[in-house]
């Protein structure tokens, strides 16, 4: 697989249908054009991510949103220019020219802005916007770095848009609208409180009332193949296993933990937004490294502390 910052032979490859991984402040994409079934085929297919599941696109400015989406409520356009280029995706419904396959069927389409510089200029190169998701087998942990799309992905992708590693490390915050009023579908790295500081108050969706036909709900994910455990006290969690190899995620160590045990500090400072960032790398490194176990400490529930522990929940998942 080729890696590197030509944006040139990305545009290449994603005209003639093929698809790159792209670099975005949240994770890594794999994006194709998302006007091209074909290109779109290939993405659930590399992925092999289910079809119920859909693609959010990715555009090169505000002032394209009306090209893909129709009956736009005041409050989305607010949004876009508040947030964009970001971390915000915004379900809208969809105009006829996005492939039904996109959209898993439904009559919305997930849009956002990525801020990334590579990635925008790429976008505004193109003629037609990028279907991406995360640039991860379905169910596994998303990739903050273009090494972890070509472990992941080796062989399968043309090339790989080398943008370094993503500084906001998890997921877009994913809002729809029901009448106009904004609803929340997905925590991310946009903290809710942020958005409502904007718009007021908005609603979010229970994720226990939620089938797992609803796209981004599904409740096992971003998942390890270790064994992989969240507890709120990580000191007692270990007091369970003897004789393993165990690998633990904290924000920052507080009390020192056994010297057998392989410990990552997601921030010495205990930022939750350095931890965001370096969350992902952590699950990758100690994924790789043969344990028993991983144990991964509750963070804060505050700022994108609520988008962390809703991907922990997910990994930890049965
Ligand atoms: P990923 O990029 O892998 O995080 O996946 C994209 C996510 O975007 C999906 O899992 C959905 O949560 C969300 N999404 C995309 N389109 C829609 C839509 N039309 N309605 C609701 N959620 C959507
Ligand atoms: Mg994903």
Redesign the pocket.
């Known amino acids: 697989m080729n890696k590197g910052t030509e944006i040139a032979r990305a545009k290449e490859v994603l005209i003639d249908g093929g698809l790159v991984a792209i670099p975005t402040e949240t994770v890594y994409?794999l994006a194709g054009n998302a006007f091209s079934q074909v290109a779109i085929d290939l993405i659930y297919a590399t992925k092999k991510r289910p079809k119920y599941?859909?693609?959010?696109v990715h555009i090169k400015e505000v002032a394209y949103l009306d090209q893909i989406a129709t009956n736009i409520p005041q409050k989305a356009y607010q949004l876009a220019h508040e947030f964009w280029p970001g971390s915000l995706?915004l379900?809208l419904e969809k105009k006829a020219n996005i492939p039904a396959i996109v959209?898993a069927g439904?009559s919305?389409?997930?849009i956002r802005v990525p801020n990334h510089p590579l990635t925008l200029k790429l976008l505004s190169d193109l003629d037609f916007p990028l279907a991406?998701?995360?640039a991860n087998p379905f169910g596994y942990i998303s990739p903050t770095t273009a090494e972890h799309v070509e472990k992941m992905l080796k062989g399968q992708i043309s090339y790989v848009l080398d943008g370094g590693d993503c500084p906001a490390g998890v997921?877009s915050t994913?809002i729809?609208f029901e009448d106009g009023e904004p609803i929340l579908?997905?925590h991310g790295a946009i903290p809710l409180e942020e958005i409502e500081e904007r718009i007021g108050k908005i609603k979010v969706v229970n994720k226990e009332n939620v089938t797992p036909s609803a796209?981004?709900?599904l409740s096992q994910h971003y998942s390890p193949t270790t064994p992989f455990v969240l507890t709120g006290d990580v000191h007692l969690e270990l007091a369970k296993y003897k004789n393993k190899k165990i690998g633990v995620i904290v924000l920052k160590l507080n009390r020192p933990i056994a010297k057998e045990h392989l410990v990552l500090e997601l921030s010495k400072s205990a930022n939750i937004e350095e931890a965001a960032k370096n969350l992902f790398a952590a699950m990758h490194q100690l994924d790789e490294a043969h344990l028993d176990v991983i144990i991964a400490q509750r963070m804060p529930e505050s700022g994108v502390g609520v988008a962390i522990n809703d991907r922990l929940e997910r990994a930890a998942k049965k």
């Open positions: 994409g599941n859909p693609l959010i995706t379900v959209t439904k919305t389409v997930g991406a998701p995360s997921e994913i729809g579908y997905r796209p981004g709900m």
